[in-house]
């Protein structure tokens, strides 16, 4: 299971840090990845690191927004810095096997509203 945690509201140009925290049967093998659905839009990706550190970003959060993971504790993270409006959205953490395409274990979301 995973565990998203860390949402809440700010400010446009505030900063938040998000932590999904990974239990049962996991492994650090696992690409983690974070997405995000604003109202009315469909689910988009955001990012994702494998378990070597290489990372992946979209363009709307290159710069912005950093991803890591600490192994030892099955958790990832990610940084948001310089946010904005349009960065609110429920944003979810999801893994998967590295060698599958598609991202198969979600978490519950957790929200992060940016006000102007």
């Known amino acids: 299971q995973l565990q998203a945690c860390g949402g809440g509201l700010v400010q446009a140009g505030g900063s938040l840090r998000l932590s999904c925290a990974a239990s049962?049967?996991?492994?650090?093998?696992?690409?983690m990845g974070w997405f995000r659905q604003a109202p009315e839009k469909e689910r988009e990706f955001v990012s994702h690191?494998?378990?070597?550190?290489?990372?992946n970003y979209a363009d709307s959060v290159k710069g912005r927004f950093t991803i890591s993971r600490d192994n030892a504790k099955n958790t990832v993270y990610l940084q948001m810095d310089n946010l904005k409006p349009e960065d609110t959205a429920v944003y979810y953490c999801?893994?998967?096997?590295?060698?599958?395409?598609?991202?198969?274990?979600w978490g519950q979301g957790t929200l992060v509203t940016v006000s102007s």
């Open positions: 049962g049967r996991t492994s650090s093998i696992y690409v």
């Open positions: 999801a893994a998967k096997w590295p060698t599958d395409s598609l991202f198969d274990i």
């Open positions: 690191i494998t378990s070597g550190g290489r990372t």
